[in-house]
């Protein structure tokens, strides 16, 4: 396989990203290609979930994936060498977050005609994200046990426009004060339509719901 | 103890950062104010580090605090019921990072004449707060073991701009892949400068290194 691919992202100098986001998402609907935009604090675990759920995916639809970082490529040598599967760097230079114009850029470089699904990686962070439309079909966020319960109170605009919520880290519950039940009920308070998907990506445990939950959006979004 | 205050922090409007942060800095040296910025992820283990180490310094120096989040007071009310310090809450109304002038907002909602130490938790997010000076004294960052020992590649600013780097959660670290001494490599790779202080928030274990290295910090910026 090719060594991974890093993009510099440069600065978007569109001014309306709203009308750009949604040009994106029309295209991507035209070619048949299922955007999921996903987001997380640092280090709450996006790349070893994405690697379980494109394991479990990857023999059932053509995956690529687009990794954002501020810096480094570690996480697209990662996805590429546990999955198989065509995956590149974005580079945000500095930027902590991506827009649509930002997400082009990165789509310009994947080889779209093959892909059912790009899962874009965007930048850790649980503010500025939240903030701007990349064009996607569906938001996604992955919150740990170990941040703690209390992150839907402090972050709302992330947890409102997320579809589905992934809580990550599960296996190490008994060592952290999170109230899962107090979290789904904060998460219903910013976004009662949120799905809620416990998981452990380091044990496999719940991945196979995320993975079944993406497969069923993927597939239902193509069909209307 | 009165109920805690919470300021609506409105956007700066000066278009010179840097240079008010500069201000800012002088008229707390005047006034003998040593401010300390305290950044990180969100559920790092911000507020029980402050709480630690707050109820180790309070007999010493006067503190008081100002705890920065887009929404909710939980932290400024949990900081005030533990420790019995003044502590107010700023809310950014959505802002993902504190510049000098909102820095100076909140100043203005605090009783400076009383206090020789004042630490301003900044949202939790390891890009944006590294790009704008808030007019501290000193930059401090919390990394958490569940966070990963990469973070320092993937977010380099933010290293680079920090006096201390606090490792906490150290107390669960068989249960995570953290590599201590390669973390340490990687923040000595962005900022070969910045003390690293591993510690517990939870079992107290490293924060009296923590609050003795702040102690020290604050009476050398005092006599000099």
């Known amino acids: 396989m090719d060594p991974v691919k890093v993009i510099e992202i440069k600065k978007s100098v569109f001014a309306d990203n709203d009308r750009d986001a949604d040009e994106l998402r029309s295209e991507l609907k035209r070619r048949g290609v299922f955007l999921l935009n996903l987001m997380s604090s640092p280090g709450s675990g996006k790349t070893t979930t994405l690697i379980r759920t494109i394991n479990l995916l ?8 687009m990794e954002a970082d501020i810096d480094s490529d570690v996480d697209a040598v ?11 760097q974005l580079h945000t230079g500095g930027m902590c977050h991506l ?3 930002m997400t082009r850029q990165g789509l310009d470089n994947v080889d779209l005609g ?28 992955i919150l740990s ?7 839907p ?23 952290f004060d999170f109230d899962l039940e107090k979290c789904r009920e904060y998460i219903r308070m ?21 993975a079944a939950w993406l497969l069923e959006a993927v597939n239902n979004w193509k069909q209307h």
Chains 1, 2 share one sequence.
């Open 114 to 141: 093959g892909a059912d699904l790009v899962i874009l990686e965007n930048v850790g962070n649980l503010v500025c994200p939240a903030e701007f439309d990349t064009g996607a079909v569906c938001n996604a966020m």
């Open 99 to 101: 827009d649509a114009e």
């Open 78 to 88: 990662k996805i590429q060498a546990a999955t198989g599967i065509p995956s590149i």
């Open 190 to 210: 910013r976004n009662p339509k949120a799905r809620v998907i416990p998981i452990s990506a380091k044990t496999g445990e719940g991945v196979e719901q995320f």
């Open 58 to 65: 990857k023999d059932k639809i053509r995956v690529a994936v």
């Open 145 to 151: 046990v170990p941040e703690g319960d209390d992150k």
């Open 153 to 175: 109170l402090k972050y709302p605009l992330m947890f409102s426009i997320c579809d589905v919520v992934v809580i990550n880290k599960m296996d190490v519950q008994p060592y």
